[in-house]
């Protein structure tokens, strides 16, 4: 029985080393963008593709798949009020359903990177998408204060609720960060009382985040060094949360790029999905995933 156990039990390594082992992410194809600035992330929301950057102004830009070709709509969103910069380095775009839209503001104080400020808004999305500014769509400002080293919101779920987790970029005490979104909506700062739900130590140099709720895994959008080399960190969410610490499940690393990845999403199956720098060339990358 106890030989058994052992046969079973290896068994079981070996087929969830082998799942590990194949999955992979390849660049099928580039595109190159201008009036994006240095891109900083993507987010996919029901066929439409939001690209954002930190042009003159920061801005977000609207495309579609059309074939394997990404498609500027002539849409564009500029994080501006009365013609003046507001969100000038965004660093997530946090929506899902009728829960409150977050986006992200990270700007370095110093050269060394050492001072941040890390703003989180509340805003009216589809205001902003029809209006195309700021103006009457800013509901709120929230200073993450609770943050080391910038913030880049995103929507997860844990024991069927669902949270804003956000990440730090440096390389000391990185963490992420599940905010609880009513509050997080109504708040001056995120130290405030019952805002912050949980948190767990991650890796180096967190990018942005990418959340998968079939496998209630979060995807850490990661640079190897910083602002360089492209990583992607899987990581059990549950696991993560209870352990204090992230559990990993796979790392890729895309080594035929050296620039600086900084973000991305899957599209509709998983499948595939679209990759972002902050280079002025080949800065939209389509992927291949394979599970």
Same mark, same amino acid.
């Given at each position: 029985?106890?030989?058994?156990?052992?046969?079973?039990?290896?068994?079981?390594?070996?087929?969830?080393?082998?799942?590990?082992?194949?999955?992979?992410?390849?660049?099928?194809?580039?595109?190159?963008?201008?009036?994006?600035?240095?891109?900083?992330?993507?987010?996919?929301?029901?066929?439409?593709?939001?690209?954002?950057?930190?042009?003159?102004?920061?801005?977000?830009?609207?495309?579609?798949?059309?074939?394997?070709?990404?498609?500027?709509?002539?849409?564009?969103?500029?994080?501006?009020?009365?013609?003046?910069?507001?969100?000038?380095?965004?660093?997530?775009?946090?929506?899902?359903?009728?829960?409150?839209?977050?986006?992200?503001?990270?700007?370095?104080?110093?050269?060394?990177?050492?001072?941040?400020?890390?703003?989180?808004?509340?805003? *009216?999305?589809?205001?902003?998408?029809?209006?195309?500014?700021?103006?009457?769509?800013?509901?709120?400002?929230?200073?993450?204060?609770?943050?080391?080293?910038?913030?880049?919101?995103?929507?997860?779920?844990?024991? *069927?609720?669902?949270?804003?987790?956000?990440?730090?970029?440096?390389?000391?005490?990185?963490?992420?960060?599940?905010?609880?979104?009513?509050?997080?909506?109504?708040?001056?700062?995120?130290?405030?009382?019952?805002?912050?739900?949980?948190?767990?130590?991650?890796?180096?140099?967190?990018?942005?985040?990418?959340?998968?709720?079939?496998?209630?895994?979060?995807?850490?959008?990661?640079?190897?060094?910083?602002?360089?080399?492209?990583?992607?960190?899987?990581?059990?969410?549950?696991?993560?949360?209870?352990?204090?610490?992230?559990?990993?499940?796979?790392?890729?690393?895309?080594?035929?790029?050296?620039?600086?990845?900084?973000?991305?999403?899957?599209?509709?199956?998983?499948?595939?999905?679209?990759?972002?720098?902050?280079?002025?060339?080949?800065?939209?990358?389509?992927?291949?995933?394979?599970?």
């Amino acid at each position: 029985m106890k030989k058994l156990f052992l046969i079973l039990l290896m068994i079981s390594f070996i087929s969830v080393a082998f799942i590990q082992s194949d999955r992979s992410m390849q660049i099928q194809k580039s595109y190159s963008f201008d009036s994006l600035g240095a891109c900083q992330g993507v987010s996919y929301q029901k066929g439409r593709i939001f690209l954002y950057g930190d042009r003159e102004v920061g801005m977000i830009r609207e495309f579609k798949m059309e074939g394997d070709s990404l498609v500027y709509q002539q849409k564009e969103m500029r994080l501006t009020i009365d013609g003046k910069d507001v969100i000038n380095h965004p660093t997530g775009l946090a929506v899902y359903g009728s829960l409150p839209v977050f986006i992200g503001n990270s700007v370095r104080l110093n050269p060394e990177g050492t001072l941040w400020k890390a703003l989180i808004y509340s805003v *009216n999305w589809e205001g902003l998408q029809r209006t195309g500014t700021l103006d009457g769509n800013l509901l709120n400002t929230i200073d993450d204060d609770t943050c080391i080293q910038g913030t880049r919101p995103e929507y997860v779920a844990y024991k *069927n609720k669902w949270y804003v987790a956000t990440a730090d970029y440096g390389d000391k005490g990185n963490e992420v960060r599940l905010y609880d979104p009513a509050l997080l909506a109504k708040a001056k700062k995120t130290s405030e009382k019952n805002v912050l739900f949980k948190k767990f130590t991650c890796t180096p140099w967190v990018q942005n985040l990418c959340w998968i709720p079939e496998k209630n895994i979060l995807l850490l959008i990661q640079n190897q060094i910083e602002g360089r080399k492209w990583r992607f960190t899987y990581v059990d969410l549950p696991r993560s949360i209870e352990s204090g610490k992230q559990e990993v499940i796979k790392v890729i690393d895309v080594n035929e790029r050296g620039d600086e990845l900084e973000g991305f999403t899957f599209l509709n199956d998983y499948s595939k999905g679209i990759a972002v720098s902050s280079s002025r060339r080949n800065n939209a990358n389509l992927m291949q995933i394979n599970w």
